[in-house]
């Protein structure tokens, strides 16, 4: 992964450019980064402030915009692919364990921490929380990449941290023992991608885990729809977390906007939409 430095970076060109990003990755750019960051504030800092990525798959200026970026990777290989797909970051070799991690508005940790050991994740944590004003950690929607998300989100909010995204409260998490909290996105497969991964069909379902925190207050959702919605013939069916307990709400056609609501409802959405605690 790699980075880009203090030093302010050059202008977007103008409107028209045209996104030269593989189908892929601009898949990415509408689905899973935007349900991931789209809950945070706007940052009152410098905009030129360096970003920092623990994952190679971050979007970098393409999904950032103007902002500089930093990645750190430790694969040669995974470096050279980065800096096609992702030239304007700055990327650093290097293993996440041991490299600085440079202050940021926002560190992402994407893939990342779920592949160290307990106590080197946890001191990546301190480290990466220490340099951030804004920290995101992605995982694989799976019991185990959601064991590490809980994991951190209850540490760092012990410490003070605050909640953005996707938890209605900070209280202890309310997802029963042997369950575990995920959300989707749906991804374009290129033809190589197909190859590689014996594929026919032209997409993919990601599920990832996430936790977004801050070091300052910020508006959260009142519950969030952590399950794919279930359509049936004048009813739709919500798994929602209200921060302190989740809920199986059934949502009937006779309710007009309520159910108008539901029916535009999404998997990782807010629950009632637009309605922030």
């Known amino acids: 992964m790699g980075g880009r430095k203090n030093s302010a970076p050059k202008a977007p060109r103008a409107t028209g450019r045209r996104d030269a990003s593989p189908p892929w990755l601009r898949s990415q750019r509408r689905s899973a980064f935007p349900a991931i960051l789209g809950s945070l504030e706007p940052a009152k800092g410098d905009p030129a402030s360096p970003v920092f990525s623990a994952g190679a798959a971050a979007n970098g200026p393409y999904f950032f915009g103007a902002a500089a970026v930093e990645l750190i990777e430790s694969s040669v290989a995974m470096v050279a692919a980065g800096r096609e797909l992702l030239p304007e970051g700055v ?23 779920g592949e160290l050991r307990e106590g080197d994740r946890e001191r990546v944590v301190e480290r990466a929380w220490k340099a951030a004003r804004v920290l995101v950690v992605v995982e694989a929607g799976s019991s185990a990449g959601f064991a590490v998300v809980r994991g951190i989100r209850d540490r760092l909010l012990g410490e003070g941290a605050r909640m953005i995204a996707p938890c ?13 909290c995920h959300f989707g996105a749906r991804l374009e497969r290129s033809a190589l991608h197909r190859q590689a991964k014996q594929g026919t069909l032209s997409y993919e379902d990601e599920k990832y885990s996430y936790v977004v925190l801050a070091k300052g207050e910020g508006a959260r959702a009142a519950g969030r729809v952590i399950r794919r919605p279930v359509h049936q013939p004048g009813l739709v069916e919500l798994m929602v977390c209200d921060g302190a307990k989740v809920v199986r709400e059934q949502v009937r056609k006779k309710d007009k906007e309520k159910f108008r609501a539901a029916r535009h409802a999404a998997w990782g959405g807010e629950w009632p939409a637009g309605e922030r605690g």
Do not use: Q
């Open 91 to 113: 990327w650093r070799r290097g293993s996440l364990g041991e490299s600085a991690i440079p202050a940021a508005d926002l560190v992402i940790a994407n893939y990342a921490l």
């Open 168 to 180: 209605p409260g900070e209280a202890s998490c309310p997802v029963a023992e042997g369950d575990w």
